[in-house]
């Protein structure tokens, strides 16, 4: 195993470790490991076991993550390694989140350098994912810093279970996110996630307008697919910003829920319900018609159009509809 360097945001207290990077603020005796599985109470020192560690590394399309008003049509490098701070019942990376995955060992810079030589093939930077990016801190800032070195944009797709101060120092290095917001309520989050539900709503709230984010939530059939829930996280949202993009996503069982998969009604629903608040509102792992176009939000044009991952058409001009002239909240 390589041990690169030592974690950050922890404090001794009472000879063990109190871990300050996620609202679990585990605190961890000695050869122990935190919730995450990731950071362990070495000699007194946290260390995070999975610095330089990746168990993947793909070209995505950017409509995979999914973000959808970040460069539409482009490809984003993305890694992941292993490791999560919660335990959701229906993960469907439930391989690589509760459990130690040997991976290759990938530097920052070599990352960095990575990512660079795919710009032949349209990558415009690093996607941290596939497990929790937040845990992997130390790493991912490192490595943004390498990244936007080169000229490159970063990436992460994360639960937004973080501290306000490691958010505060991994967001000027951070150019787009899609937090996932599992649910609405504390029970939801305590019952099948295994940790608390305000910090992701917390981490959107800090980062819209110093980053680009977009929202992603799961929906599942009887746990927070009613037009209550929905409508919560629509209010929510709105809050935050109508324009900021929504996507209601559709559940396959997977790990330990067996609950049959979100039925086209309850999709349809959501997407009526958000519509009604929110200017951008998307369906996703699902065949939706238009479902997963923008729209201008003066006069309704498809400015961008979809067909699964892909950006099929653009009527974009500047960051504005090419029909109207509107602005369109876009950053191409």
């Known amino acids: 195993m390589f041990i ?36 362990e109470n070495q000699g007194g020192a946290l260390v995070p076991l999975t610095y330089g560690r990746v168990t993947g590394a793909h070209l995505d399309p950017i409509e995979k993550k999914p973000l959808y008003h970040f460069h539409p049509g482009t490809w984003v490098l993305s890694i992941g390694s292993w490791g999560c701070n919660l335990s959701c019942d229906f993960c469907q990376n439930w391989h690589i989140a509760d459990g130690e995955v040997p991976g290759s060992r990938l530097l920052p810079q070599a990352a960095a ?3 660079e030589r795919e710009r032949a093939n349209g990558n415009l930077g690093l996607a941290f994912t596939y497990n929790e990016p937040l845990i992997w801190f130390e790493y991912v800032l ?13 990436v992460l797709v994360t639960n937004g279970e973080i501290e306000p101060e490691p958010l505060e120092a991994l967001l000027p290095h951070v150019d787009a996110m899609n937090v996932d917001i599992k649910a609405m309520g504390e029970g939801f989050y305590r019952r099948l996630c295994h940790g608390p539900h305000a910090p992701p709503r917390r981490t959107v709230e800090r980062a819209f307008g110093r980053c680009h984010v977009e929202v992603t939530n799961l929906l599942i059939p009887g746990e927070n697919d009613s037009a209550e829930q929905v409508g919560a996280l629509v209010d929510w949202a709105a809050g935050v910003s109508d324009r900021l993009p929504v996507h209601f996503s559709r559940y396959h069982p997977a790990h330990k829920l067996t609950v049959p998969a979100t039925p086209r009604s309850s999709l349809e629903r959501a997407y009526r ?3 009604e608040k ?27 159009g979809r067909h699964g991952f ?12 090419g029909r109207c002239g509107s602005e369109v909240d876009i950053v191409a």
């Open 113 to 115: 350098a990575l990512a």
């Open 4 to 39: 690169e360097r030592e974690a950050e945001f922890w404090s001794s207290e009472d000879g063990r470790i109190r871990c300050a990077l996620c609202p679990h603020r585990c605190l961890i005796a000695e050869g122990k490991r935190g919730l995450c599985g990731v950071r």
């Open 142 to 154: 490192d490595t943004c810093r390498a990244v936007h070195e080169r000229g490159l944009k970063n």
């Open 273 to 275: 319900l958000a519509r």
């Open 310 to 321: 892909a950006a099929v058409s653009l009527l974009l001009e500047a960051g504005r509809c």
């Open 278 to 304: 929110l200017k951008y509102v998307y369906i996703g792992n699902a065949s939706l018609p238009g479902a997963g176009d923008t729209l201008c939000p003066s006069c309704g044009a498809v400015v961008v």
